[in-house]
């Protein structure tokens, strides 16, 4: 899952030409006489620009071999835009896609709207028995399959080998152990230790489990958030920044902490497998055994950090649903999921291709596939994609003075409240 990443939405055809979105496809998909599939499919990808976009275009770009009559629209999408501009073109039912890069959290969400066309008994689930449990979790909807899990995710700190080893410090394990490197990290280098993104929550979810808090209780349909746990994660995240062992921002995090951590400029970061290929072209990385990778520091309740992913849909009014179903399937079979993770070290969802050899012995791979095992499952609810925008507001006026971290989990309780009518 990777979030909040600023980009211009990169449009290319990869054959010979390109109609409409799905919605408004007048070709459409069709059968021939043959049982060949025939017409435009539009995949909006909302990968990162740069790095991860060039895999999957080019994965893309081996269906249309397959499939020589069927043509592939590609459109990049900024991962920040697409949750709203794909419900706002599938409510007007003009301009949505065919098939979309759905976050795993609002794919429940597309489905209670209506938008998605489910997938239970088409071509575009199978072998079903072989994805991992928790990747399936994020598909299902009210006894429906609604999607196909792509790749699966969390969270670790990423380190810079040779400012640890310049300070002589460890990979801190608790945030007490966090502090202290700090310290010492800026009193032998003159560095920062950490870079903590401020204007997105999801970087806040491990430090809220690391005190033993959450969102919700979605089985209590119980606000939880601002719970005592969770105004004592926005007190240890306030502490980490007033401290002065982590910088933050409030506006432009990724390239900000992007930046900072390919250029050396601090020790670490909070981020994901998303995060690899983008991280190795910076300088710091160029010999890319620089990067270290560890969970994410415990808090006082124990170590923590979200799962996430993303998983591929189709459009309820999509008129090319046999070649959508089959461009699905073709994404998400263990011969793509093997090459994405050999070319970007992205974590599979089907269980068989963790035994390939070249996955198996892909370091990063290796060390976030036990984190994944251990990660914490999000609610999958409808409104589990929501739950950021009133936490993101808060969680940055903490961060940056203007707000008490008690005042900041308070505000955020109440906007759920608001969401969640019927909740606790």
Excluded at 251 to 259: A, R, V
Aim: net charge neutral; with cysteine; glycine share 10%.
């Amino acid at each position: 899952m990777r979030r909040g990443i600023a980009a211009t939405a990169l449009v290319a055809s990869l054959a010979l030409s390109a109609t409409a979105c799905g919605g408004d496809d007048s070709e459409g998909a069709k059968n021939s006489s043959g049982g060949k599939l025939s017409g435009t499919v539009t995949w909006w990808d909302t990968s990162n620009v740069g790095s991860e976009d060039k895999v999957f275009r080019k994965l893309a770009e081996g269906f249309t071999k397959k499939h020589p009559d069927v043509k592939i629209k590609y459109v990049n999408v900024p991962f920040g835009e697409a949750q709203n501009k794909f419900k706002n073109a599938a409510q007007s039912g003009s301009g949505a896609p065919d098939v979309i890069r759905s976050e795993v959290a609002w794919t429940p969400e597309f489905a209670d709207l209506g938008y998605l066309a489910p997938l239970d008994g088409t071509a575009a689930l199978k072998d079903e028995s072989d994805f991992l449990k928790q990747a399936a979790a994020s598909t299902k909807y009210e006894d429906k399959t609604y999607a196909v899990p792509q790749v699966i995710d969390t969270m670790g700190i990423f380190y810079n080998k040779k400012i640890f080893k310049e300070a002589g410090v460890q990979a801190p394990t608790t945030i007490a152990e966090l502090k202290t490197a700090a310290k010492t990290i800026k009193d032998k280098t003159g560095k920062t230790a950490l870079y903590l993104r401020g204007d997105d929550a999801y970087w806040f979810l491990s430090f809220l489990y690391g005190e033993g808090g959450d969102l919700v209780d979605a089985e209590k349909k119980q606000i939880t958030v601002d719970d005592p746990a969770g105004v004592k994660a926005m007190k240890v995240v306030k502490d980490l920044v007033d401290s002065g062992a982590a910088k933050t921002d409030a506006t432009d995090g990724w390239n900000n902490m992007q930046s900072a951590f390919k250029d050396g400029k601090v020790a670490m970061m909070i981020n994901g497998p998303w995060a690899v290929a983008d991280t190795y072209a910076g300088k710091e990385f160029k010999d890319k055994a620089n990067l270290g990778v560890a969970p994410v520091p415990a808090g006082s309740a124990g170590q923590g950090a979200p799962q996430g992913g993303h998983n591929l849909a189709v459009y309820a009014g999509s008129k090319n649903l046999e070649a959508s179903y089959a461009f699905v399937e073709y994404m998400t079979s263990a011969e793509a999921q093997t090459q994405v993770a050999e070319e970007l070290s992205l974590l599979p969802t089907r269980t068989s291709v963790y035994s390939k050899p070249k996955v198996a012995a892909d370091q990063i791979i290796g060390f976030f596939k036990p984190a994944v095992d251990k990660a914490v499952e999000r609610p999958w609810i409808p409104e589990g994609g929501s739950l950021f925008a009133p936490l993101v507001t808060e969680y940055t006026k903490v961060l940056t003075d203007q707000t008490t971290p008690e005042k900041g989990a308070s505000t955020a309780g109440d906007a759920y409240r608001k969401l969640l009518k019927d909740w606790k």
